[in-house]
């Protein structure tokens, strides 16, 4: 019985690179593909955004015209400036940075110190206060908003900012989670290393395990910043001065009711509002993303 030619190495070589040529292609036809359904998800996820901004640069009775009229014919820039005095902009946006900004630095100061004595102190018992923490966040915030309102009132704090920032002083559940699972994959053997350099407990905190944590704590700062921007409930509840009130307060004085709301004017203030958030996020994108991808790894 004849035995089959061996195949030739010069054929060898050939199919070889055509195996790799064609895994290749099979990549590159994935990747196209991937794309392609991202770039179809943002369009659908940025449409409400275009619509905004849209119609922030209508007239008053261009808003819902059938069919849209997606792009205006003569773009009324005017609305702008109209929006921003209406809503007395200086004023509320000064507000809302103060806030956002004394909730971040509060948010992120007690959480890091709380997580760090949860992630690398051995205290009997740290579990179970680690559970209790946790359990805090199964809590709904509508069951206690009644009984911090009396706590504010008989304190005296309505109308300031107090309410609204003071308690970030003392800890969130969520960014005391995400710190302390954070902070364990840091290696022990760093802290053994600084005691034996002659490093206390808050030397260690302060000079190693902060600074290796940017990316955790601007995920932290973002996150708080946004919703402490966005919150609408609080200021709602605990200020009454139209001096005092945020961009959330700000932009529902637009709604009139019987149909007066001036939607372009509400679009308009709207985008502005949008600008302070989205800059945030693309100045410090690259440790939020590092932050989101890093944390969480390790229980």
């Not at 196209?32 to 119609?55: D, H, N, R």
Request: some cysteine; glycine content about 6%; hydrophobic content about 55%.
């Amino acid at each position: 019985m004849a035995r089959p030619l061996p195949i030739p190495i010069s054929e060898r070589k050939l199919s070889g690179k055509q195996a790799v040529l064609g895994k290749q292609a099979v990549e590159r036809l994935s990747r196209l593909m991937a794309t392609g359904v991202v770039m179809v998800g943002s369009l659908f996820a940025l449409f409400p955004v275009f619509w905004m901004i849209s119609t922030s640069l209508k007239a008053g009775g261009d808003v819902f015209l059938l069919p849209p009229r997606w792009i205006p014919l003569q773009p009324l820039w005017s609305n702008y400036p109209a929006a921003l005095e209406f809503m007395n902009a200086a004023v509320v946006f000064r507000n809302s940075f103060i806030i956002a900004g004394l909730t971040v630095i509060g948010v992120t100061t007690s959480s890091a110190a709380v997580a760090y004595a949860f992630a690398r102190l051995p205290v009997r018992g740290s579990s179970v206060l680690f559970l209790l923490v946790l359990s805090i966040m199964m809590l709904p915030g509508q069951v206690t908003l009644i009984p911090q309102f009396l706590l504010f009132k008989m304190l005296g704090w309505l109308d300031t900012f107090k309410p609204l920032v003071v308690p970030s002083f003392f800890g969130v559940p969520y960014a005391i989670f995400l710190l302390r699972q954070f902070f364990r994959t840091i290696p022990r053997e760093m802290d053994d290393a600084a005691v034996i350099d002659g490093c206390s407990v808050y030397s260690i905190f302060w000079r190693i395990i902060l600074p290796m944590s940017k990316p955790a704590l601007a995920v932290v700062a973002i996150q708080h910043f946004i919703a402490s921007w966005n919150d609408f409930i609080g200021p709602l509840i605990y200020l009454n001065s139209n001096d005092r009130f945020t961009v959330a307060l700000a932009l529902a004085q637009f709604q009139v009711a019987y149909g007066g709301t001036p939607w372009q004017l509400l679009m308009a203030a709207s985008t502005v509002a949008l600008l302070p958030p989205i800059i945030l996020f693309f100045v410090a994108q690259r440790f939020f993303i590092q932050g989101i991808v890093i944390s969480g790894v390790k229980g």
